[in-house]
């Protein structure tokens, strides 16, 4: 089936940073790979990824540390960088990708591996596991990311940053923490060829079924919303959930259409504006940069965002 959208939606995106328009070009008009991939390399010498790596400090971090200051830190800044799209074998991203692994799970070969991954939040985990597989710099340290993560699964099938942590145990899985984890297993499985996919395939599936019995952003007992912020869009999200990031993950892996994600389908069209396209509606306090674009106007990055979700729904 063709997926069809306003052509003057479309060209506005199409307007818009290199960063929206290859990903226009790949995910809703599906054109050819030389001709997105071409636009793709723009990322590296103009507008949003530009200027991003424009600002790497010298000894190859981001804002003076590895994860604070948020939101100008180096992990935080690769995240960005990520979303971006820009090409995987980035010098300068993988340099600053390497420090972010050195940090959270020891240098290549170190005995402190597993010691410092038995530590570290789940949430940072599952960052490490987007930047080590996407910019191809793990050097041996994803078999232990893996482990760690597969480890660390709740009974319910998702994960909490609070496990292992001081303090009473978490029964109940975070969304938060399950997204970060789950864009990096989901990572691993398309890039990086670990021959671990059938445990991650399995791991992932648990976690979507933990949230489809949230139905995204709903308690399984009540039915009632989990978190008002849940319901209001953000970009960029940073380690936070919301029912677009949900969606955006079930739609990238051509999940079925299963009834219970109805209800946040029924959010996206809700959230959608007049004019055809959708808003940034919450922004997370810290220091940035520079915004990509302001709270409450037209997103190109959400809109994007929603209409990727929209063609998986709809066909």
């Not at 972010?100 to 789940?122: N, Y």
Request: overall charge neutral.
């Amino acid at each position: 089936m063709q997926f069809t959208e306003n052509d003057e939606l479309i060209a506005w995106l199409l307007a818009g940073d290199p960063a929206i328009r290859w990903q226009t070009l790949r995910d809703l008009l599906d054109r050819p790979e030389p001709e997105w991939q071409a636009e793709r390399q723009l990322t590296l010498t103009a507008g949003w990824g530009a200027r991003f790596l424009s600002l790497q400090d010298a000894d190859g971090r981001w804002g003076g540390g590895i994860y604070s200051p948020k939101w100008i830190s180096t992990t935080y800044t690769l995240l960005t960088l990520r979303h971006i799209g820009i090409p995987r074998t980035c010098p300068a991203a993988q340099r600053g990708a390497r420090l972010v692994l050195d940090d959270f799970a020891g240098e290549p070969g170190s005995e402190q591996t597993s010691r410092k991954l038995a530590a570290l939040d789940r949430c940072l985990a599952g960052m490490a596991l987007q930047l080590g597989v996407y910019f191809q710099v793990e050097e041996g340290r994803l078999d232990a990311i893996l482990d760690n993560l597969l480890g660390e699964r709740l009974p319910d099938g998702a994960w909490n940053c609070r496990k292992g942590k001081h303090g009473p145990q978490p029964v109940h899985s975070s969304f938060h923490t399950t997204f970060n984890v789950l864009e990096g297993v989901r990572d691993a499985i398309e890039l990086s060829g670990t021959p671990r996919c059938p445990q991650l395939l399995e791991a992932e599936a648990g976690a979507l079924e933990f949230m489809l019995q949230h139905r995204l952003f709903k308690s399984h007992q009540t039915g009632q919303v989990s978190e008002p912020v849940f319901t209001q869009f953000s970009f960029p999200y940073r380690w936070h959930y919301d029912v677009l990031r949900g969606l955006e993950t079930f739609a990238r892996l051509g999940a079925p259409r299963d009834p219970r994600l109805q209800d946040a389908i029924d959010l996206l069209n809700q959230r959608r504006r007049k004019d055809g396209t959708w808003p940034v509606q919450h922004k997370y306090s810290g220091l940035i940069y520079f915004d990509m674009e302001k709270t409450g106007g037209p997103s190109r990055w959400n809109t994007l965002r929603a209409l990727r979700v929209l063609k998986w729904w709809n066909q």
